[in-house]
């Protein structure tokens, strides 16, 4: 019973947190975003809009457009894709938090506070990039994953949480190299300190495997420029 009481309680508080939060919808860089996935619905559709025809190749948000077009064509509507993968962002965010707090032995109550710290904290930002917004956007996922990513590297479970940069990395490639980079002196320090050198390997190779891939594709295709590096 208790359990549930939990589970029913850490329900109704992503609610309300949504509900307060809110979702923004369209935004500026949506409408950048709509007709691309239009196009891929109707090939027919923007053959002579350049500016289409470059977002059909692979970018920065190649990933996330295909999976916005994935759901149009399961029976979803334009913009009940895009608020579904915006959903599936912030409930994944939050719970992070919350999994990051019971990592630090802060339990639920510490959870709620960074979970509203980081939704909440004005201008709350890593860097040039915020935190979370509330629009359905590549970086908004990119950042649920690296908060999984984040909270790995806290239980000391290195693949994972390099698996974790690496994906983010495929969505929006500084929000997944940047936290990469930056835990990797600790993963070597950790790695000697324990002897596991499989464990760095393995993290270091998936994460570099994934971070080719996102890197790869656009300097074949001469898009691997400082606008395609920024933070949205």
């Known amino acids: 019973m ?19 939060y809110g979702y923004w919808w369209p935004s500026f860089q949506n409408m950048e975003e709509i007709p691309p996935v239009l196009a891929l619905l109707d090939p027919q559709s923007f053959q002579k809009d350049l500016f289409v025809q470059d977002r059909l190749g ?8 295909h999976a916005v077009f994935s759901l149009i064509t399961c029976g979803l509507s334009v913009p009940q894709s895009w608020f579904v993968l915006y959903v599936a962002s912030f409930c994944s965010f939050v719970l992070a938090q919350f999994a990051l707090a019971r990592s630090l032995g802060c339990g639920w109550l510490g959870g709620g506070i960074l979970a509203g710290l980081c939704l909440f904290a004005p201008q709350a930002s890593l860097g040039a990039a915020y935190l979370f917004r509330p629009e ?3 970086f ?24 974790f940069f690496g994906a983010a990395s495929l969505l929006q490639l500084l929000i997944g190299v940047l936290p990469g980079l930056f835990f990797l002196p600790i993963l070597l320090l950790d790695t000697r300190a324990k002897h596991h050198a499989k464990t760095a390997l393995v993290s270091i190779a998936s994460f570099s495997t994934l971070v080719a891939l996102s890197i790869l594709p656009m300097i074949a ?3 691997l420029e400082t606008a395609s590096l920024n933070s949205e």
């Open 221 to 223: 295709l001469g898009k």
């Open 140 to 163: 908004v996922l990119a950042m649920a994953f690296t908060s999984w990513g984040v909270v790995f590297v806290f239980r000391e479970k290195w693949a994972p949480a390099y698996l």
């Open 2 to 20: 208790n359990n549930w009481l939990k589970t029913g309680g850490f329900l109704a508080a992503i609610t309300v947190a949504f509900a307060i």
């Open 58 to 65: 692979f970018g920065p948000r190649y990933l996330y457009l």
């Open 136 to 138: 359905s956007l590549p």
